[in-house]
Antibody, heavy 120, light 113 residues
Framework: QVQLVQSGAEVRKPGASVKVSCKAS????????LHWVRQAPGQSLEWMGWINGGNGDTKMSQKFRGRVTITRDSSASTAYLEVSSLTFEDTAVYYCARNVEWAFPILDYWGQGTLVTVSS | DIVMTQSPDSLAVSLGERATINCKSSRSVLSSSNNMNYLAWYQQRPGQPPKLLLY???TRESGVPERFSGSGSGTDFTLTISSLQAEDVAVYYC?????????FGPGTKVHIK
């Protein structure tokens, strides 16, 4: 069965960086894209970007370009999200989510979420 | 960007009764090339990640109960829960995938009356 297992909670100070991982299993990692979506406390879902599991191409939301990097290690079936220059507004649960296998950006499986807290 | 709005913000429904949630996009998400609406619905139970319920506005994801249905086209969409069950207490989000950035609605919280 498809599973996305994310790394554990993180606490960072403002200005620091954080890197979250998402290990996939139960399907061919290189066949589909993986997305990153975040959710601030009590707020809606915010799409950040995606990475093609095969060739590593990425597409980012304009809001996060320059401050967010999405990478993958296909040999480890793992995707990574790195956010730099953290501010208090980056406190959120960060989710990875799998794109459906037939290409349209519909998110059919989600990781359990990683809480990132930015605190001084 | 195609911005999504939802109504109501919150909804209290008795067990076994119907729940109706509305979603509106700032521009049409109906594709002229395939006549499909690029609109999905997700359910997020408390403390859980979102779960895909419907896509193409009305196609149920595998394993989703038949009491969940979707309708609408263009810019106006509806999610209906025909007979609310206790496990349906959740926040429901619509999402357009017509263009990037993929944007979600603000959510509608459904609880038991």
């Amino acid at each position: 069965q498809v599973q996305l297992v994310q790394s554990g909670a993180e606490v960072r100070k403002p200005g620091a960086s954080v890197k979250v991982s998402c290990k996939a299993s139960g399907y061919t990692f290189t066949s589909v894209a993986l997305h990153w979506v975040r959710q601030a406390p009590g707020q809606s879902l915010e799409w950040m970007g995606w990475i093609n599991g095969g060739n590593g191409d990425t597409k980012m939301s304009q809001k996060f370009r320059g401050r967010v990097t999405i990478t993958r290690d296909s040999s480890a079936s793992t995707a990574y999200l790195e956010v730099s220059s953290l501010t208090f507004e980056d406190t959120a649960v960060y989710y990875c989510a799998r794109n459906v296998e037939w290409a349209f950006p519909i998110l059919d499986y989600w990781g359990q979420g990683t809480l990132v807290t930015v605190s001084s | 960007d195609i911005v999504m709005t939802q109504s109501p913000d919150s909804l209290a429904v008795s067990l076994g009764e119907r729940a109706t949630i509305n979603c509106k996009s700032s521009r049409s998400v109906l594709s002229s090339s395939n006549n499909m609406n690029y609109l999905a619905w997700y359910q997020q139970r408390p403390g859980q990640p979102p779960k895909l319920l419907l896509y193409w506005a009305s196609t149920r994801e595998s394993g989703v109960p038949e009491r969940f249905s979707g309708s609408g086209s263009g810019t106006d969409f509806t999610l209906t829960i025909s007979s609310l069950q206790a496990e349906d207490v959740a926040v429901y989000y619509c999402q357009q995938y017509y263009s990037t950035p993929l944007l979600f609605g603000p959510g509608t919280k459904v609880h038991i009356k």
